[in-house]
T-cell receptor, first 113, second 112 residues
Framework: DQQVKQNSPSLSVQEGRISILNCDYT??????FLWYKKYPAEGPTFLIS?????DKNEDGRFTVFLNKSAKHLSLHIVPSQPGDSAVYFC????????????FGQGTRLTINP | EADIYQTPRYLVIGTGKKITLECSQT?????MYWYQQDPGMELHLIHY???????EKGDLSSESTVSRIRTEHFPLTLESARPSHTSQYLC???????????FGQGTRLTVV
């Protein structure tokens, strides 16, 4: 049973436009949601996060929106740049024990010049 | 950015060999994790640790084992490598009140 889902395996966006990556989750007990960016043969790097008590968090070109009633979050990147081309993973943190992160399958974002 | 290191970065090894993947962090984090990732798939947690002398199996069954004798060190061992173990292995740590997990650069393992 996959608790965090990214239903779009890939997304292609024109440089300068907005990229919107989506993520759905099933466990209402998650307390933090995070987005990681990953290049091939590298480890994921943290991008932005949001607490479950907020609905929006912004950091430069990156904004994450959380809709708790729909159990949905999205990452907006604007304007998109070629260097943003990577795989983006949505992750959710459990509240118990080791507070493990549960990851989605990732979305491969390609920014076209 | 993060002080967490994995060695080797790449490893090609024959079936039946014993291997140890190293992971070290200098942030003093109490929690450490091993994830396994195949191309196009999510990261699957295979082991985690709350602290020294604490290890637990993750959500994905794995034939590997781990140890946590020192806070900064969390090695993963495969006693007898098989082609099905071919994957990328990612080590991570988190600690204190922080919710972020910091990842190492990963080890890409190929068993032939």
């Amino acid at each position: 049973d996959q608790q965090v889902k990214q239903n779009s395996p890939s997304l292609s966006v024109q440089e300068g436009r907005i990229s919107i990556l989506n993520c759905d989750y099933t466990n209402s007990m998650f307390d933090y949601f995070l987005w990681y960016k990953k290049y091939p043969a590298e480890g994921p790097t943290f991008l932005i996060s949001i607490s479950s008590i907020k609905d929006k968090n912004e950091d430069g070109r990156f904004t994450v929106f959380l809709n708790k009633s729909a159990k949905h979050l999205s990452l907006h990147i604007v304007p998109s740049q070629p260097g943003d081309s990577a795989v983006y993973f949505c992750a959710a943190r459990g509240t118990q024990g080791a507070q493990k992160l549960v990851f989605g399958q990732g979305t491969r974002l390609t920014i076209n010049p | 950015e993060a002080d967490i290191y994995q060695t080797p970065r790449y490893l090609v090894i024959g079936t039946g060999k014993k291997i140890t993947l190293e992971c070290s962090q200098t942030m003093g984090h109490d929690k450490m994790y091993w994830y396994q990732q195949d191309p196009g798939m999510e990261l699957h947690l295979i082991h985690y640790s709350y602290g020294v002398n604490s290890t637990e199996k993750g959500d994905l069954s794995s034939e590997s084992t781990v140890s946590r004798i020192r806070t900064e060190h969390f090695p993963l061992t495969l006693e007898s490598a098989r082609p099905s173990h071919t994957s990328q292995y990612l080590c991570a740590s988190s600690g204190g009140l922080g919710f972020r997990a910091f990842f190492g650069q990963g080890t890409r393992l190929t068993v032939v």
